[in-house]
């Protein structure tokens, strides 16, 4: 199976650190978050990736390479504007080929066991939620048994892991679009599953919660 991390943030909320340096490029204990997952990836068994990037977007293909120092291939799908998180699928798609794939946000951290995804999949998504963190009290979706829907008494948020279907992608067309209401029309028709991780994950979307990253780590050192 292939993974796709993506990579095409501005990540306005972290200013000024990424005035001039692309956020999956921000360091966590010196080593660049983007680093972490790939590390973590290839540990997995994912040795073909692909990076989305737009924003310093030279600066990750230049930091990273083909991916070979990690043992791994790395492709690139180079946006010249960023196209949101469902826009941005859609254009590497050719590079991911007909199969499922992995996708991971750049800009989380987590402890997740990517192996776990390694695997075939009957629907058109599977997607890791976990407990609502303070800056997304309400949730995106909740949990019945194993399928994801809309709404419900519980709602977790979506971790930014998750197995897509190129199917997922079917009726799109080449523009910016966000990958949530792709997500919430599937799960209407019963075909996105997902699993509750318990697991430590942050969202590094602004200084304080890099900080927080650092902390734990400091804790519970990788």
């Known amino acids: 199976m292939k993974a796709m991390i993506l990579a095409a943030g501005k990540g306005k909320r972290m200013r000024p650190l990424t005035l001039t340096t692309p956020k999956p490029l921000i360091p966590v204990q010196g080593i660049p978050l983007i680093e972490h997952h790939i590390k973590a990836l290839s540990k997995a068994g994912f040795s073909q990736l692909v990076i989305n990037h ?25 946006e010249s504007s960023p196209l949101e998180t469902g826009g941005g699928i859609l254009k590497a798609l050719p590079l991911l080929g007909e199969q499922p794939f992995l996708v991971v ?21 599977h997607l890791i939620l976990v407990n609502n963190p303070p800056h997304v009290a309400q949730g995106d979706f909740g ?36 990958l949530a209401p792709l997500l919430r029309e599937a799960a209407n028709q019963q ?5 509750l991780f318990g697991g430590y994950w942050q969202d590094v979307g602004t200084i304080e919660r890099l900080q927080a990253v650092e902390q734990y780590l400091k804790n519970h050192p990788i």
């Open 54 to 78: 737009a924003w310093l977007g030279q600066q990750i293909e230049d930091f990273l390479g083909d991916g070979s120092q990690y043992g791994v291939s790395i492709k690139y799908s180079r």
């Open 105 to 125: 946000n750049s800009d989380i951290f987590c402890d997740y066991p990517f192996a776990h995804l390694n695997h075939s999949m009957d629907h058109l998504a």
């Open 143 to 178: 949990l019945k048994k194993d399928l994801v829907i809309n709404n419900a008494c519980q709602q977790f948020t979506f971790a930014g892991i998750s197995i897509l279907h190129p199917k997922l992608f079917a009726n799109c067309t080449e523009q910016a679009f966000k």
């Open 191 to 195: 075909l996105v599953t997902g699993e």
